[in-house]
């Protein structure tokens, strides 16, 4: 069974940083892509940031480009983001996903994790 | 960017009623559309890629159409479980991936 478990998220200040981690079970991590998907409260899903299975490949949404950073540790099976410089509009819950299809980074997400909330706040 | 717009932004419907829920992308993408279903307090869940692939495990009730700009999800008769919010997201163009505004399906 496919498992992917957030963890990181909490209460933080404006201008601070936070990373993220998703720890993967269940399936060969490092033939598929991974990506991050926030949503803020209420709100729909936005892309934040998605990876290659060999990290030759990275994308970020305009929103995060240059703040935020993904990673990935296959030898690991965990996936990260480095979130820094945070504002208050990246207040969401933060999900990782994993694609359908085996080394297609341009894809759907089948499996998603339950989320972790971050909350940037003074 | 492609930007994806779905619509309505709600609908109100019945049990047993049937369901169409529209997308619109605002250059082709072909056939590289997804459909998600989101209930209140849980993750996004696929129900059809490609378009008009059904996702393992998804009810048959569930169907999805189109290419190139204008995409359809058709739930053919409303069950209790489908009250939910369904997203559109395109997968053509990379960076970045984007999703529709989503669809609240309301009980009536």
């Known amino acids: 069974e496919v498992q992917l478990v957030e963890s990181g998220g909490g209460l933080v200040q404006p201008g601070r940083s936070l990373r993220l981690s998703c720890a993967a079970s269940?399936?060969?991590?490092?033939?598929?892509?991974m990506h991050w998907v926030r949503q803020a409260p209420g709100k729909g899903l936005e892309w934040v940031s998605g990876i290659s299975w060999n990290s030759g490949s990275i994308g970020y949404a305009d929103s995060v480009k240059g703040r935020f950073t993904i990673s990935r540790d296959n030898a690991k099976n965990s996936l990260y983001l480095q979130m820094n410089s945070l504002r208050a509009e990246d207040t969401a819950l933060y999900y990782c996903a994993k694609a359908l299809r085996e080394r297609s980074l341009s894809e759907y997400f089948q499996h998603w994790g339950q989320g972790t909330l971050v909350t940037v706040s003074s | 960017d492609i930007q994806m717009t779905q619509s309505p932004s709600s609908v109100s419907a019945s049990v047993g009623d049937r369901v169409t829920i529209t997308c619109r992308a605002s250059q082709g993408i072909s056939s590289w559309l997804a459909w998600y279903q989101q209930k209140p307090g849980k993750a996004p869940k696929l129900l059809i890629y490609?378009?008009?692939s059904l996702q393992s495990g998804v009810p048959s009730r569930f169907s999805g159409s189109g290419s190139g700009t204008d995409f359809t999800l058709t739930i053919s008769s409303l069950q209790p479980e489908d009250f939910a919010t369904y997203y559109c997201q395109q997968a053509n163009s990379f960076p970045p991936l984007t999703f529709g505004g989503g669809t609240k399906v309301e009980i009536k």
């Open positions: 269940g399936f060969t991590f490092d033939d598929y892509a």
């Open positions: 490609a378009a008009s």
